[in-house]
């Protein structure tokens, strides 16, 4: 863990100021217990972003083949990412997300699961619904407001979250919840857009 805020503490040195980050609604993240961080996906800066920007560490699910190159695997496990075989269902990494959450940690996904070309936000991908439907974690949706100019502005904006409870009683789908969750961090772009 020591590495994880050694990490963080040097990577905001670096990053807010290039791309003067403000983060809106950092008061709706909970202080405590298992949350689903869902954030849109336009960079290969999001992870860095967002884990700087949230007040707890977050763990994030990370291609397979980033584990493999020689640098980042050093890195990614000591920042808290857990590899994702993509393009199939991976049932190791989605116990390994379940676990996190029911120790009350934070887990950060991508939905789309891959990051949008022209920013805008895409479908997302049924994994966001399954954490969502089958956790007893807060799902707090989360909006990256770019480009990514440098000393431009770039925005993160955390959304209140989303009560699923009644949502779990009707028995929806994953593909639903994950529609539902999209449809939120659509709603924090539009609201918070210069």
Known sequence: MEFYYFARAVVKGILRPLYRIEVIGRENFPKSGGVLL????????????????????????????LFRAPILKQILPNVKAFPVKRGMSDRGALRAGLALLKKGEVLGLFPEGTRSKTGKIGKGLAGAGFFALRSEASIIPCAIIGPYKLFGKLKVVYGKPIDFAPLKKEK??????????MDEIKKLIEANQD
């Open 38 to 65: 869902c954030t849109n996906h336009i960079s290969n800066l999001d992870p860095p972003v967002v884990g700087i920007t949230c007040k707890r560490p977050v763990s994030f699910m990370a291609k397979e083949e």
């Open 172 to 181: 929806i789908s994953v593909e639903e919840a994950t529609d539902i969750i």
